[in-house]
């Protein structure tokens, strides 16, 4: 279900460090927000289908069929693990015999519930999930504070017990589940598990390596910084190379508590080093046992439900860990990743950029599926969508917060709504039938006020809502590569 966050303008063409963050309100699957008054945008052409039309043509697809019975399973605790299912009973009978609740954040991102969340779905344990906003999104609900007054994320309920921490909950969580044909997470006394301290060791020195180099300016006196963070992860490499399996740990033939430790600030870490730093480490040829332990994680359908893509990545760092800091070197990369230069243009090629390769599961689908999810997605929230997106013009929040795109209070300018109502009809119908099949329509509907005031107000929309779709929270990456290239079609014929 799609989820957006608030109003943000176009983005300066100048590489800034820090500059964003993902919003929160909890949008694709979201409530529409009530209104406020701003410039009014009029179409007198309205061609697009309506959204029943659209609901039943992406329905018919492949993807949409399947879609809707994932979701119907979603809705029991069954099916594929997703980032919007509440409920997973993987053995139990019924949701009475589920003993846990996790809280994690409704942005999909924090990685530590990362963590959580991949143990749990690895473990099979069964779990119920709530989600609660990060403190730089938005607020968090009494409720929540109530049961845990510091706030913290991820935070877990076991049998009635409350935990915060995402280490000692999966320790606890492995320890609780551990019957037989469960994975064990942790390896028992001896000398893997000796191993394995001195690997969570080593995690933290990488962390620490990643932060210096990230959020300071440069790359640190005579490229200190990134010596040492270099050096740090052929460590790392060098570490996964001493077992037999793509896995840290041999006594597995599955991720352990050190590999999912290690891969929520890994999968960050790629992101960033290449944004701010102008750093290749994945494709780079310099770290093979990496690029195969990550290739394993990529085959597995619970890491995909979790993962993020390098825009949603470097739009959340900022807010939760301080603003990373620009070199030159890196504008090209930066560019490619958030949408400068043409990269959030059509046609997409769905194997990925150079910088940024898809996952060969998420590629196999091909361009049609993601396509279908995207629109699928759109379709079944479009109330809320329109209304979100017609922040762009509308009023902001009296009370903001730390992600600058994060705005979680804001009103719609309600003078634009039927106006973006139509722009995203047309969006979804070029995203079930073709940017080519329906580009000679939305042309005409909106050829009223191309560049006039009310196409730049219909722009700023849509505008909005693009640089606000989040991967995993909204969908998946090829989905979201789709979503917003084909939004910026139709910005371009605003």
């Known amino acids: 279900a799609l989820r957006c966050g608030p109003p943000g303008v176009l983005r300066p063409p100048a590489l800034r460090s820090g500059r964003a963050a993902m919003g929160l309100s909890d949008l694709f699957g979201g409530k529409a927000a009530s209104g406020a008054s701003g410039a009014a945008v009029t179409l007198p052409a309205d061609s697009a289908p309506s959204w029943a039309e659209l609901k039943a043509a992406v329905a018919a697809t492949p993807a949409g069929e399947m879609l809707g019975e994932e979701r119907a399973l979603q809705a029991k605790g069954l099916g594929p693990p997703h980032t919007d299912a509440r409920l997973r009973l993987f053995g139990a009978k019924s949701e009475s015999e589920v003993r846990v609740t996790l809280f994690r954040d409704t942005a999909a991102w924090c990685p530590y519930c990362q963590k959580v969340w991949l143990l749990l779905e690895e473990k099979r344990i069964p779990y119920r999930l709530d989600k609660i906003n990060m403190r730089s999104y938005g607020d968090k609900p009494r409720w929540f504070l109530d049961k845990v007054p510091n706030g913290l994320l991820p935070a877990i309920e076991i049998d009635g017990n409350f935990m915060t921490d995402s280490l000692p909950i999966m320790q606890a969580l492995d320890q609780t589940f551990s019957g037989e044909g469960t994975p064990r997470m942790v390896p028992p006394p001896g000398p893997e598990r000796d191993r394995a301290s001195k690997l969570l060791g080593l995690e933290r020195e990488l962390f620490g390596a990643w932060c210096s180099l990230t959020f300071q300016p440069g790359k640190g006196l005579m490229d200190r910084n990134e010596r040492a963070f270099m050096a740090t992860l052929r460590r790392v490499d060098e570490a996964l190379g001493e077992s037999t399996g793509p896995w840290f740990l041999d006594s597995a033939d599955h991720p352990t508590l050190v590999d999912l430790q290690y891969v929520s600030h890994v999968e960050r870490m790629l992101a960033s080093a290449l944004y701010w730093k102008g750093i290749q480490i994945r494709g780079s040829g310099r770290f093979s046992n990496l690029e195969a332990w ?96 017609a922040r762009g013009t509308g009023a902001p929040g009296q009370k903001r917060f730390q992600a600058p795109l994060a705005d979680p209070y804001a009103t719609p300018n309600e003078q634009a709504v039927a106006a973006v109502d139509v722009c995203l009809r047309h969006v979804a119908a070029a995203l079930i039938s073709g940017a080519e099949e329906t580009a000679a329509a939305a042309e005409a509907d909106l050829a009223a006020v191309k560049g006039a005031d009310g196409g730049r107000a219909l722009s700023a929309c849509l505008i909005y809502l693009r640089d606000r779709i989040g991967v995993p929270r909204d969908m998946s990456q090829p989905a979201a590569m789709n979503l917003r290239a084909h939004l910026n079609a139709l910005i371009a014929l605003c």
């Open 294 to 389: 990550l290739a394993a994680f990529e085959e597995r359908p619970a890491y995909l439900a979790t993962k993020s893509d390098y825009y949603t990545h470097v739009m959340d760092i900022p807010p939760q860990y301080g603003p990373g800091f620009s070199v030159d070197e890196a504008r090209e990369a930066a560019a490619a990743i958030d949408g400068r230069g043409g990269s959030w243009s059509l046609p997409l090629d769905l194997q990925g950029s150079a910088f940024e390769p898809l996952a060969p599961l998420q590629a196999a689908l091909g361009d049609a599926a993601a396509r279908h999810e995207a629109a699928f997605e759109l379709v079944a929230n479009h109330a809320a969508v329109v209304r979100f997106a």
